[in-house]
């Protein structure tokens, strides 16, 4: 089990780099999708609880000493994020489609009504944080429903040699 914390941490620092370094390239009209929430709600969906919540909190954590303005939220946020998405699947089986719709939409809305609270609050409520606010909202459900259901795939890949 300690393997798999690791493992999944270490995963997680990886998706992190590419957070920061890669996804500021996608930005789309000064909104950048977060590669992070679907790597929570991925290790939601496969791992136990034990391991899930310590590496939200300590990704989140990670990624709050980037942004010294929200220092804090994000690690909140992941383990809302985390304890939401297990009490939303409970009522469904793990590999329903329904629930891994539902788990990524509210999911994005949580992480939506937090950072607009948030940007808001340290920036101020002006006209270009109502403009972005629901287009952040569309553009990261869209991209974490097209990565989460990429990791879903790369994770049931299995590869087998044989020798004829």
């Known amino acids: 089990m300690y393997l798999k914390a690791l493992g999944t941490l270490l995963w997680g620092i990886l998706i992190l780099y590419l957070q920061v370094l890669i996804l500021p390239m996608l930005s789309l009209w000064g909104v950048q999708p977060l590669l992070l929430l679907p790597y929570i709600i991925f290790i939601v969906w496969n791992r136990e609880q034990v391991v899930y919540l310590p590496v939200a909190f300590l990704i989140g954590l990670l990624y709050d000493t980037l942004n010294p ?96």
């Open 69 to 164: 303005d929200t220092f804090g939220m994000y690690a909140l946020i992941f383990c809302l994020i985390a304890i939401l998405i297990e009490i939303l699947r409970i009522p469904f089986e793990k590999d329903s489609l329904v629930a891994k719709f539902i788990a990524i939409g509210g999911s994005n809305l949580l992480y939506g009504i937090f950072s607009f609270l948030v940007l808001g609050i340290s920036h101020g409520f002006n006209a270009t944080l109502y403009r972005l606010a629901p287009l952040s909202l569309l553009y990261n459900a869209l991209f974490s429903s097209g990565v989460f259901f990429l990791m879903q795939l790369i994770s049931r890949l299995s590869l087998s040699i044989r020798n004829d």
